[in-house]
């Protein structure tokens, strides 16, 4: 093994890109690089510890010895170390050595731009490659129409370690996954999955939110090249892939990005903007122009090299306010005596631009739980720039009234029906996710009143009336099972609920679903506009019903009536836009989903009767606890 030669990848306008946190292929630069320099083979690294007065190497190619192999630093003040150390090969183990200007101090870390880690609990960085023959030429072609905002957008989120297992309650592989979950998917009919953070880190219990290696597939499952081939596999079948990604925190592991160089580095030294008291965690400083290019490069990589479709941007909240989970006196206010974050704003809106500059047909999600304006409008009307939202409000108002028993909702339905004063105000994503089901909040099943009937018909009913709201669609693995229990995240699910035709009705209702809001123009062309959505009646709420028509952008429009009671309303009248005749095209209360197969008309034909001050009406049987939706004449 020799000793470091000096070797660099940048120049000068890369150092001034970073330098100004405008150089967004970080990756290209930084990290460990497999090369051959004047014919002999070997890997430059390059790390960034501008406090450091010494970096080193350490490696199994030099039995972890500090001093063998010392990296140089840059002369620019770039803060940048960097050397090319011949022989090293690929899957070799290192870290960086640092010896920090800060009261002595020494770290070991891995290296924030690997493309590989050990698995956990071991916490060394792989040199590596990322080497793949993709085949979704034909997938990327027609992402920009595939993923316009007018098109279906069902969404069903996977924690990758928790979905299936195998004998042994072994984690299936990467490419175990590859070949179930794509045809599980694809027979549920979801256009979409979304992964919980797949990038690596050291503690299970987090479910991936505590990452430690932002552009390393984590370990548990296999290869980077594995990741890829299940990516490239969905999407040979149809399927997009958004990622669960988090820069709002990151752990304070002693390999991790924290406290890197024996200074505030990634993190913000003031510890009420750098340290989040409800997730024990560090929080990135979005005014520091070289953080904002290592996240911005962290976005792009994934869309660049993993080919993703999407991103879905975690506890956007808790980086908007300076005050969240802050009591007074724990938070400083920002210039102008407000509470808004303006670094993370202004960190939010550049990332939302690189992203849709760099990629076309992508989109970007955020979780955000509070009233901030205009998340999912473009930057160029003062928006943050994301794709979509995620509509909490809706999911915490409908989780509120579907918990109650049927006999007070005539006193909720202001519940069921608020979310759309202000549904138009942002592009929603509808979310029933992991976060539903856990610490005690039940399983959705179980969070349903009644008896066992009433439970599953409840269920069928809140997502029957949840895939024909305006919005985009997201539930979280299980949800079509009927799984009984809490997500447990060291299982797999309950699979076995399959066997029994409840559980096995539910299922298929949600596939049902899926190719209902597919195939129907009307439940997505216009999903975030005013104009595809018409209210018949949201005032009836003597008899807890609810019926509203869905348009699109085709003459096809369905009349959707929610009965949210189990007791059957025979003669119930509903004033119509249209007069003809109106067919059934989806009934919840069907047999075959578990249903009662209480005796609906198929088809029924408009009379003159005024009803819901309009001059046609119909008159139909209502199920008990039952979404039916009818096409309207043409």
């Known amino acids: 093994m020799e000793h470091v030669q000096s070797f660099s990848l940048f120049t000068e306008f890369d150092i001034s890109l970073f330098s100004s946190g405008k150089h967004y292929r970080l990756y290209e630069k930084l990290g460990a690089h497999l090369l051959e320099v004047k014919g002999t083979k070997g890997v430059y690294f390059a790390v960034w510890a501008p406090s450091a007065k010494a970096v080193s190497v350490i490696g199994d190619f030099n039995h972890w010895q500090d001093e063998k192999h010392p990296l140089n630093v840059r002369w620019d003040g770039s803060g940048i170390w960097e050397g090319f150390i011949p022989g090293v090969q690929k899957g070799s183990l290192y870290k960086y050595k640092i010896h920090s200007h800060h009261g002595g101090q020494v770290v070991e870390k891995a290296d924030p731009f690997a493309l590989r880690a050990e698995h956990p609990p071991k916490t060394a960085s792989v040199v590596w490659d990322l080497q793949h023959a993709w085949k979704d030429q034909d997938w990327i072609q027609k992402r920009p129409k595939i993923q316009q905002l007018d098109q279906p957008f069902s ?27 794509t045809d599980y998917v694809k027979k549920m009919q979801f256009t979409h999955v979304e992964l919980m953070p797949v990038m690596e880190y050291p503690f299970d219990p987090s479910w991936g939110y505590q990452i430690t290696g932002y552009f390393a597939p984590t370990a548990r499952f296999g290869k980077p090249e594995d990741f890829m081939v299940l990516i490239d596999t969905l999407h040979a079948n149809g399927i997009g892939v958004i990622l669960d990604w ?23 030294p003031d510890r009420r903007k750098g340290y989040h008291p409800d997730w024990k965690s560090l929080i990135f400083n979005y005014g520091r122009n070289e953080v904002r290019a290592f996240l911005i490069s962290n976005a792009l990589f994934w869309l660049d090299k993993y080919h993703v479709d999407g991103l879905r941007v975690d506890a956007v909240a808790s980086m908007l306010y300076l005050d969240y989970s802050r009591e007074e006196g724990e938070w400083e206010p920002n210039i102008h005596g407000g509470r808004e974050n303006l670094d993370a704003i202004s960190f939010l809106k550049e990332l939302n631009e690189a992203v849709y500059a760099h990629y076309e047909g992508v989109q970007t999600i955020a979780e955000e739980s509070t009233s901030f304006p205009m998340v999912s409008k473009p930057t160029s009307m003062g928006g943050l720039g994301f794709g979509m939202k995620w509509m909490m409000g809706w999911m915490h108002d409908t989780l509120e009234y579907f918990k109650k028993e049927p006999i007070y909702r005539k ?23 992991h976060d539903e089901v856990v610490y005690g909040k039940r399983s959705l099943l179980y969070r349903m009143p009644g008896d066992e009937w009433q439970r599953f018909a409840n269920l069928r009913l809140l997502y029957s009336f949840m895939f024909t709201q305006p919005g985009t669609k997201l539930l979280f693995m299980g949800a079509e099972l009927g799984q009984g229990e809490e997500w447990d995240f060291q299982n797999g699910l309950d699979w076995y609920l399959l066997e029994y035709p409840f559980h096995s009705g539910i299922q298929q209702l949600v596939s049902d679903l899926n190719h209902f809001y597919r195939s129907n123009d009307a439940l997505h062309a ?95 049987d209502l199920p008990p606890l039952a979404m039916i939706a009818y096409t309207l004449p043409r």
């Not at 069903?156 to 996954?177: A, M």
């Not at 988090?246 to 993190?267: I, K, M, Q, R």
């Not at 119930?572 to 059934?584: H, L």
């Open 155 to 181: 969404v069903y989120e996977v924690h990758l370690s928790s979905w299936r297992r195998g004998p042994g309650n072994k984690v299936l592989s990467y490419l175990e996954l590859a070949e179930t979950l």
């Open 246 to 268: 988090v820069p709002s925190h990151f752990p304070e592991d002693a390999h991790g990005l924290g406290n890197f160089d024996g200074s505030h580095l990634y993190e913000h």
């Open 411 to 433: 006193h909720h339905q202001n519940d069921l029906t608020f979310s759309l004063t202000y549904a138009f105000t942002e592009n929603f994503m509808l979310p029933l996710s």
């Open 526 to 620: 216009l999903q975030f506009s005013s104009e595809g959505y018409e209210w018949i009646d949201y005032g009836d709420a003597e008899n807890s019903v609810i019926t509203y028509v869905r348009k699109g952008n085709t003459t096809k429009q369905l009349l959707v009536v929610c009965n949210l009671t189990p007791i059957p309303r025979k003669g119930y009248r509903i004033g119509v836009p249209k007069e003809g005749t109106y067919s059934m095209v989806f009934n919840s209360d069907a047999d075959m989903y578990g249903g009662s197969g209480y005796t609906v008309k198929k088809r029924v034909k408009s009379g003159t009767t005024s009803w819901n001050y309009r001059p046609q009406s119909i008159e139909i």
